[in-house]
């Protein structure tokens, strides 16, 4: 199983970004699937997961840090998961990793997943 994950870059405070995560040798609607980030000198953070509920569908979580500002969504036939990031602050400035795990139950900590990306800067000018 690998992912990769892409669309970082260099954006000013206010902008947008769509980071992407790519999953080859696994079907991303298996199990729960998140986004992590990782600012220099702090401990790797939950910014958002998203899981299958049989009646709902995807749902997502997100940290109160980002909520209202991004979005997670699946594209399970593209075995693909995004992260919108809208309304950019400086300290939204990080690694972002994608990651998933093999059941459905969401996870906020990096422990519980089994499977991580290479990680795409973000960096937020002010």
């Known amino acids: 199983v690998q992912l990769q994950a892409c669309g970082g870059g260099l954006v000013q405070a206010g902008d947008s970004l769509r980071l992407s995560c790519v999953a080859t040798g696994r079907t991303f609607s298996r199990g729960a699937t998140a986004w992590f980030r990782q600012a220099p000198g702090k401990e790797r953070e939950f910014v958002g997961a998203i899981s299958w509920n049989g009646w709902s569908g995807d749902v997502p979580y997100y940290a109160d840090s980002v909520k209202g500002r991004f979005t997670i969504s699946r594209d399970n036939a593209k075995n693909t998961m995004y992260l919108q990031m809208s309304s950019l602050k400086p300290e939204d400035t990080a690694v972002h990793y994608c990651?998933?795990?093999?059941?459905?139950?969401?996870?906020?900590?990096?422990?519980?997943?089994?499977?991580w990306g290479q990680g795409t800067q973000v960096t937020v000018s002010s």
């Open positions: 990651a998933a795990k093999a059941v459905q139950l969401v996870g906020r900590q990096p422990a519980m997943y089994d499977y």
